[in-house]
């Protein structure tokens, strides 16, 4: 299993470009998850539905299933902050690549999603000056980065080219599950 994270602020394009490599990868015959950092009270479920109300009632899990697919959504009765590495373990063992969008300051490799900051507004820094972590640079404006850089750099809009370098720099994203457990 290899994993890639996916780090910038809000509205840099992170989501869209995870969106746009998963159908590249699963060209090349590559079975791809995805672990997304969300807000404190999200919810996938909807009132009315039998798994909400078994959740309402005072189910730890409820996992619901078809000959399609499988959710397992698990009520914390404490708040818990879940690291990444307890999210991946979660996963199919036998996944060739997981995308973590979010996760900004995880100690897994990532790429920055960044985008200059429109005028007026605050200046963001950007994480590859700091964090060692960051392999390459997703951007629009490679003009606009704050710092020179020698990591690799790619157009935010060629999800082709950055499938294609993390299918030919791979081994460097492997992930050793015995490692962060």
């Known amino acids: ?17 995870v969106e746009r490599l998963i159908p590249v990868l699963k060209r090349h015959g590559l079975r791809v998850s995805v672990v997304k950092h969300a807000h404190h009270k999200f919810d996938i479920d ?4 039998d798994t909400f109300r078994h959740r309402e009632a005072g189910a730890f899990e409820v ?5 399609r ?6 009520e914390f009765e404490q708040p818990a902050q879940l690291s990444v590495h307890q999210l991946v373990a979660e996963l199919d063992a036998g996944v ?10 995880s100690d ?5 999603v960044w985008r200059a900051t429109a005028e007026g507004e605050t200046e963001r820094p950007a994480c590859y000056v700091e ?5 390459a640079i997703a951007t629009d404006t490679p003009e606009s980065l704050p710092l020179p850089t020698s990591l690799p ?7 082709e080219a950055i499938g294609q370098w993390l299918i030919d720099s791979g081994t460097r994203f492997e992930y050793n599950r015995d490692h962060h457990v």
């Open 1 to 17: 299993m290899k994993v890639i994270g996916f780090a910038g602020y809000s509205g840099a394009g992170k989501t869209t470009l």
């Open 46 to 49: 909807h009132p009315g539905k």
């Open 63 to 67: 996992v619901v299933a078809s000959d």
């Open 69 to 74: 697919r499988l959710a397992l959504m698990r």
């Open 96 to 105: 060739d690549w997981v995308l973590v969008e979010g996760f900004k300051q």
């Open 108 to 112: 897994l490799p990532k790429i920055e």
């Open 131 to 135: 964090d060692e972590r960051v392999a």
């Open 153 to 159: 750099l790619f157009d935010l809009n060629d999800a």
